[in-house]
């Protein structure tokens, strides 16, 4: 029987909602899945066949302790997805890469450590927000006339130690919402809506996640062309999953993110989705 270790993170233990129909896809397909925390020190990872990231959301604040973490269980089993996507994928400068191969991503502006917090364009409206985040942490929306307090979090971000980007704010998602197409074992299976969730003039979230409103979602030709893309650009085979969100805009769909680490699947939007996964991982397994 196979041991999977499905990590989470203390800070989201009861969080995860797709932790339960993955524990109940798991016990169907006889799987011996169980739920721990990747920072948890009293655990032996070496007595799981696989560790499966699933929601280890806080290593956004604790990225080099994350890494080694996960080069670490890389030793002793096998991490999924594995450790040179997991460097890769969390770091958003990927974007700038994918952007180069020439992926349709949204326009961005990089401010490392040691440049200036207003070297960024006149934008009319505009998001700035950490290259390495999730749960929309640290991401705020500025309107032109607001850039003195956008380079005051610029600044902010950087004197924490983090990276920037800043993006032209694509205002058709207001209406129409983001896009996120989930893939396992490089197959599309379903997709997602997610309402827009950086309301103008607010505060970037002091939650472990800003709260989303989801629902399922029927993709567009376009956005599945390029979730194809995106996947194809890829500098790895296609992962066992993966998530592309994406935004629309007045030229079509543009490239948000790609999750190869820790995406939320939303497994309770598509009937059959959790054990098309486990299927996917057994498979990858045997
Ligand atoms: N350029 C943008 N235009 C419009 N909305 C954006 C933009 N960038 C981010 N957002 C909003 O902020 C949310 C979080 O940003 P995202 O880049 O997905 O980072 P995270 O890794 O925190 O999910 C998105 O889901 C979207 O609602
Ligand atoms: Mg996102």
Same mark, same amino acid.
């Given at each position: 029987?196979?041991?999977?270790?499905?990590?989470?993170?203390?800070?989201?233990?009861?969080?995860?909602?797709?932790?339960?129909?993955?524990?109940?896809?798991?016990?169907?397909?006889?799987?011996?899945?169980?739920?721990?925390?990747?920072?948890?020190?009293?655990?032996?990872?070496?007595?799981?066949?696989?560790?499966?990231?699933?929601?280890?959301?806080?290593?956004?604040?604790?990225?080099?302790?994350?890494?080694?973490?996960?080069?670490?269980?890389?030793?002793?089993?096998?991490?999924?997805?594995?450790?040179?996507?997991?460097?890769?994928?969390?770091?958003?400068?990927?974007?700038?890469?994918?952007?180069?191969?020439?992926?349709?991503?949204?326009?961005?502006?990089?401010?490392?450590?040691?440049?200036?917090?207003?070297?960024?364009?006149?934008?009319?409206?505009?998001?700035?927000?950490?290259?390495?985040?999730?749960?929309?942490?640290?991401?705020?929306?500025?309107?032109?006339?607001?850039?003195?307090?956008?380079?005051?979090?610029?600044?902010?971000?950087?004197?924490?130690?983090?990276?920037?980007?800043?993006?032209?704010?694509?205002?058709?998602?207001?209406?129409?919402?983001?896009?996120?197409?989930?893939?396992?074992?490089?197959?599309?299976?379903?997709?997602?809506?997610?309402?827009?969730?950086?309301?103008?003039?607010?505060?970037?979230?002091?939650? $472990? &996640?800003?709260?989303?409103?989801?629902? =399922?979602? /029927?993709?567009?030709? !376009?956005? %599945?062309?390029? #979730?194809? +893309?995106?996947?194809?650009?890829?500098?790895?085979?296609?992962?066992?999953?993966?998530?592309?969100?994406?935004?629309?805009?007045?030229?079509?769909?543009?490239?948000?993110?790609?999750?190869?680490?820790?995406?939320? $699947? &939303?497994?309770?939007?598509?009937?059959? =989705?959790? /054990?098309?996964?486990? !299927?996917? %991982?057994?498979? #990858?397994? +045997?």
């Amino acid at each position: 029987m196979l041991r999977i270790a499905l990590a989470t993170a203390v800070a989201a233990f009861t969080l995860d909602e797709d932790m339960d129909p993955l524990l109940a896809a798991c016990a169907q397909a006889g799987v011996a899945a169980q739920r721990v925390a990747w920072d948890d020190p009293t655990v032996s990872w070496q007595r799981f066949d696989a560790v499966l990231l699933r929601s280890t959301w806080d290593y956004t604040d604790r990225l080099t302790e994350f890494l080694a973490w996960c080069e670490r269980v890389s030793t002793q089993t096998q991490l999924i997805n594995p450790l040179a996507m997991v460097r890769w994928n969390t770091d958003k400068r990927y974007l700038g890469e994918l952007g180069r191969a020439g992926v349709p991503v949204i326009e961005t502006c990089y401010l490392g450590l040691a440049d200036a917090p207003d070297d960024f364009p006149a934008f009319d409206e505009f998001v700035l927000k950490p290259t390495v985040g999730a749960g929309s942490r640290g991401a705020r929306r500025f309107v032109a006339d607001e850039r003195e307090a956008a380079v005051a979090h610029a600044a902010a971000l950087q004197a924490q130690g983090r990276e920037v980007m800043v993006q032209p704010y694509l205002a058709q998602v207001d209406s129409a919402g983001e896009t996120a197409l989930l893939y396992f074992a490089g197959a599309f299976s379903h997709a997602i809506r997610k309402g827009p969730l950086l309301p103008r003039g607010s505060e970037a979230t002091r939650a $472990l &996640f800003a709260p989303e409103q989801i629902s =399922a979602r /029927q993709p567009g030709e !376009a956005e %599945l062309a390029l #979730a194809e +893309r995106t996947l194809d650009a890829l500098p790895f085979d296609r992962p066992l999953y993966a998530r592309v969100d994406l935004l629309p805009s007045a030229d079509g769909p543009r490239l948000l993110e790609l999750e190869l680490v820790e995406p939320s $699947l &939303f497994f309770d939007t598509a009937p059959g =989705a959790a /054990q098309r996964f486990v !299927a996917a %991982l057994g498979d #990858a397994l +045997r």
